[in-house]
């Protein structure tokens, strides 16, 4: 038997409630999107350490708020996210204790344009999604219907389909992580440079696309196909035609072909059959790009390797309980059974891998 007082069996006891208390970090984080901290804390650029009492009058807060609001409780959740890296705590005196922004903090900034990963945030912790989670377990019991539609009844993408809300919410979180992205891998790689016909599927509302064709004017003119709810929302982007339509049934043509964070969602099948479509729409030597999540072969505690298995569970839980996360072998292998020869993969950003599979 382990002796209980030993370092091993301590540390080990401590990892354990460290992971059975872990709801209240996306909790907080959540709480902390809610409530507009970040922008509070920022103020303009500031970013100036102050405390709790000083965060409260700038927040979100709803007009029957309890007398402002209650400081302690806003620092209890400022703490907890400075041991997660969001904001630096800086002491002064014996108690006082304020705080500012860390470049982790400074992603939840809402930009010029209103965007940030705020809303991919908010996004990931609607009621809807947050129903699915007690029932991750089922996935691996009854793997035929995602936790997501056993705790709603239908598909998440159905849903958001009908909801303007979470159909808004779905395409603003997706434009706040994209946009960064972009900007890092249009300065890294140059695969567009000879690309004059660009189709983008499920391209959401046609950020990505926007701004290839600012960085490469050789590309003349874009299509952006996702479903047409989807596009029906999108704005007027100079170069940019909106296209509805299924990526099951096919894509439009183009001399190439962008997909971005697509076939994580789905299946081995389904995701043959919309790389297939994609072969068929493009013309021999053309290209698709596609940029997805890519998993290391070996499992290791990394920032890295953390934020691509928790979103393979998430994929799990929310869209498809057999769409996941894949190592480079597995695209690989997609890539040949739906017909392309070639495949080159592109590390530049942390997150998403940039695949090119060559008809
Ligand atoms: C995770 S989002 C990625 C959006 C965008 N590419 C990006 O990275 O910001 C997946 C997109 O696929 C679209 N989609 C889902 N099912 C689709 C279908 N059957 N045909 C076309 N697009 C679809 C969704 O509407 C959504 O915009």
């Known amino acids: 038997m382990e002796d209980e007082s030993s370092e091993t069996s301590n540390k080990a006891r401590l990892a354990i409630m460290e992971l059975a208390n872990m709801i209240s970090v996306p909790m907080s984080l959540n709480a902390a999107v809610r409530l507009g901290i970040a922008d509070a804390i920022w103020n303009d650029g500031t970013n100036s350490p102050i405390s709790a009492a000083e965060i409260l009058p700038r ?11 209650d400081p302690e409780n806003l620092q209890r959740i ?15 005196g014996s108690t006082e204790r304020k705080y500012s922004l860390t470049d982790v903090g400074k992603t939840l900034i ?4 209103g965007l940030s990963y705020a809303a991919y945030v908010l996004q990931h912790h609607q009621e809807a999604l947050m129903r699915a989670w007690p029932l991750v377990h089922t996935a691996v019991v009854e793997p035929e219907a995602e936790p997501y539609v056993k705790a709603n009844g239908e598909a998440a993408y159905e849903q958001y389909g009908k909801s303007e809300e979470m159909n808004g919410l779905m395409q603003k979180a997706m434009s706040g992580v994209s946009v960064p992205f972009m900007k890092a891998i249009l300065n890294g790689y140059d695969g567009f440079k000879s690309v004059e016909h660009l189709v983008d599927v499920g391209g959401s509302a046609g950020d990505c696309l926007r701004m290839i064709l600012e960085q490469f004017p050789n590309v003349q003119g874009g299509i952006n196909f996702d479903l047409p709810e989807v596009v029906a929302k999108a704005p007027n982007i100079p170069g940019v035609t909106h296209m509805g339509g299924d990526m099951f049934q096919s894509v439009p043509s183009g001399d190439a072909i962008f997909m971005k964070w697509v076939l994580t969602t789905w299946t081995d099948e389904e995701c043959k059959q919309i790389m297939k479509n994609c072969y068929n729409a493009l013309p021999v030597g053309g290209k698709l790009i596609a940029c997805e999540p890519v998993l290391p072969k070996e499992t290791d505690d990394s920032h890295r390797t953390r934020a691509l298995l928790e979103g393979d569970i998430f994929v799990m839980t929310i869209y498809r309980t057999k769409g996941k996360h894949r190592t480079e072998e597995e695209f690989k292998e997609l890539g040949l059974a739906a017909g392309f020869p070639t495949f080159r993969p592109f590390y530049i950003d942390y997150f998403y891998t940039i695949l090119e599979f060559q008809k």
Do not use: A, I, N
């Open 59 to 69: 927040l979100l807060l709803p007009s029957h708020t309890t007398v402002g609001g």
């Open 78 to 92: 400022l703490r907890m996210l400075t041991s997660y890296g969001v904001f630096s705590e800086h002491l002064s």
């Open 110 to 113: 809402t930009d010029s344009s």
